[in-house]
């Protein structure tokens, strides 16, 4: 539905949950799993796969964090940015 994607796993951070973004409608991918990506890194180009992408050619983007084991929990992305709430870098 989502179309070409790259997850990345941030891994654990000091209160034991764990960070994840997503990243949906890619026309490619510049990244293959298990490798290790950095920050400004192109991991992807912008398109319009999947069946909701509408032929827009747009990015999905999503911050999900664990909450125990198993439950993912979508997070407003504005909370993580590297210089602050509201602060894109």
Same mark, same amino acid.
């Given at each position: 539905?989502?179309?070409?994607?790259?997850?990345?796993?941030?891994?654990?951070? !000091?209160?034991?949950?764990?960070?994840?973004? %997503?990243?949906?409608?890619?026309?490619? @991918?510049? /990244?293959? #799993?298990?490798?290790?990506?950095?920050?400004?890194?192109?991991?992807?180009?912008?398109?319009?796969?999947?069946?909701?992408?509408? !032929?827009?050619?747009?990015?999905?983007?999503? %911050?999900?964090?664990?909450?125990?084991? @198993?439950? /993912?929990? #979508?997070?407003?992305?504005?909370?993580?940015?590297?210089?602050?709430?509201?602060?894109?870098?």
């Amino acid at each position: 539905m989502y179309g070409n994607r790259v997850v990345i796993d941030h891994g654990v951070d !000091a209160t034991g949950r764990r960070t994840r973004t %997503v990243y949906m409608h890619l026309d490619s @991918r510049r /990244v293959q #799993p298990g490798m290790q990506v950095a920050r400004g890194q192109q991991i992807g180009t912008m398109g319009r796969t999947g069946i909701l992408a509408a !032929a827009i050619s747009h990015l999905h983007f999503e %911050v999900h964090r664990t909450r125990g084991r @198993r439950i /993912v929990a #979508p997070q407003d992305p504005h909370l993580f940015w590297a210089d602050g709430f509201g602060r894109v870098n």
